[in-house]
């Protein structure tokens, strides 16, 4: 397969990125680890006028800022953060879900910002198109879906596995463009719309990401789902946080997070509020799971039924609430 | 519509050997080794970073020639599946993976025998699981990774030895 002609760019600082993005307008993209725009070019999805490349530029190491956050830089690879032990120390859960992302290669290449901006997906929508679909999908820019074939919108799916870590750890991340800066919660970056997930403009780019320090006895765990491991996308994802009381038995504050279930990242609020001030046990745990299957409501996607989805998401929730439960432990 | 790049010169470190050319933005390296340098040795599958089968070594680490655009890999050191015999001699990772039939089309195996490589460059002791783990990019059509995690567990057995 062949990528379409563009015209080269190649940036050595985020600054410089905002910079030429706002010069070329709409016409210009940005290229980090080129694992999610590339195949999207040769699907005929993507077709920029200019790419800025920021592959292999300097990248700042993992840090932690003066008020106790972790601060990471969206160009780390994803390798690079899997293999960095102050992240594994400030944030396990997040080592955890990197480590689980696509395959070796991908995560030698992939970007942490670049996972967290990837586009929702479809089987319909991510792949070549001009042979086999006459009509233009809603996410093409046409007024059908062929996902859920009554549907009245599109129903692509987001499927990063970051940025159901991120929501657990309430992460929040600096947004830039050449004039300005501003800092939001991880959940403002995604606005639940598989046509368009981000509130990102073109012009702007992730700049810095923040993970709040735990002070206490906290478990998390990242459970993920697929059928064929590192060779595709997540079928579900699970990151769970449990922070406790002192008495390590009581839960202070839960927080679920559900990936690839929708256009964008699902907190399960109901099964966190319904975990919170709880002892926590097989009894209350598996009740939080009922809670949290009430609430959410699985997009079919990847083949799978709707009903199929939910009965592996019961599973998945189970999974990662026993895990972060049974590793409750100052981190 | 403006009119797009021309070529532009660059300067590729393959193998050990340096190679002057000058290509357009939207060629990989992937098409530069096939077409270019005839280095036919990498393959080209799916295309969209699905199943390793394009796999190199860049500076030491297994990445996608496919989804690298060669223009990206300016002052790179590129090891492709030609480069690791030295002199005629297969390394002791490609002798163990003759020896013990972990090969059938052949088609995935380059990729596979860079990870592998690659994977024992900076595990010297890894278990299954990180042998599975390192190779869980690799899709073989003909399903044949029972011998390959087989090769790779004698290899380990052997002692492995760092042919260079």
New interface residues.
Partial sequence: MHLPRFTYKKSDSLEETAQLLSRYDTGACLMAGGTELLPRMKYGLAMPEVLISMKRSPVSSPKIGSDGDLVLSPLMTLRAVEGSSLVRENAPLLSEAVGLVGSGEIRHMGTLGGNLCQETRCLYYNQSHSFQFKKPCFKRGGDICYSIPKGKECWAVFMGDIAPALYSLEAKVKIMSRDKTRIIPIEGLYRGDGKKPLILSPHEIIGEIFIPGSNGLRGSAFSKFSFRGGLEFAVLSVAAVLDMEDDGETCRSARITVGAVAAAPVRARCAEAGIEGKNISDRSLSEAVRQALDEIRPVPHHGQTSGFLKESLKVQIRHALSVAAGRVKKD | ??K??GR?LIELAVNGEAYELAE?????LL?VLRNDLELTGTKESC??????AC?VLIDG????S????A??CRD?DILTIEGLAKGGDLTHVQEIFLERGAVQCGFCTPGVVL?TTALLKATSRPTDYEIK???????CRCTGYNKIVEAIDKVLTDGYLVNE
């Avoid at chain 2, 295309?47 to 390793?52: R, V, W, Y």
């Avoid at chain 2, 496919?66 to 655009?69: E, M």
């Fill in positions: 519509m403006k797009k790049q532009q357009e933005p939207q060629v990989t098409e295309g969209t970073g699905e199943c390793g796999t680490e297994p990445v996608l496919c989804l690298t655009l223009l990206d790179l990870a783990k390192a190779l869980e990019g690799h899709l």
